[in-house]
């Protein structure tokens, strides 16, 4: 059985300034001060950020019924803001699905804001079919949240900075 699922969150932020916490490594580094009740902690297995890189992401207590998983970038367009990340141990793969892909996209609406598009593509074995009910854009929505408000207060920071130098 194959499905996808999508979530899109507007962030009043411009485009380029999102995708900068994409694009690589920085939103690894993050992440479990972000959301540390989704995950506990994440570790860089091989790579430099780009194409080919793994991650080793530890899942939270009560994430059920994951531990953990690694992903692996398999896409990185910084033209037009695109990354994409498959699942190649753990995770929903130890609950009968075949693949689950992520993507990334940041779509500049105007110069001033953007949209997270968080979209999963999976496969489950027609053994699992009840376990397709996993597949879930949650963790992406409060991650796109999380970076978003993340963003939003370093600026103010900067500016903060700036008017009293």
Known sequence: ???????E???????????????????SQVVPQLLPGIFRKVELVEGDGGVGTVLHLT???GIAPLEYQKEKFIKIDHENYVKEVIVVEGGLLDHGFQKYLIRIEIIGQTKKTSTIRSSIEYEV??????????ASTGALANLAEAITEYVKAQKSAEQAREETA
């Open 1 to 7: 059985m194959k499905g996808s699922l999508c979530h």
């Open 59 to 61: 899942f939270s207590h």
């Open 9 to 27: 969150f507007e962030t009043g932020l411009p485009a380029a300034e999102v995708w900068e916490m994409y694009r690589g490594l920085r939103i």
């Open 125 to 134: 074995d027609d053994e699992k079919t009840d376990n397709a009910s996993f």
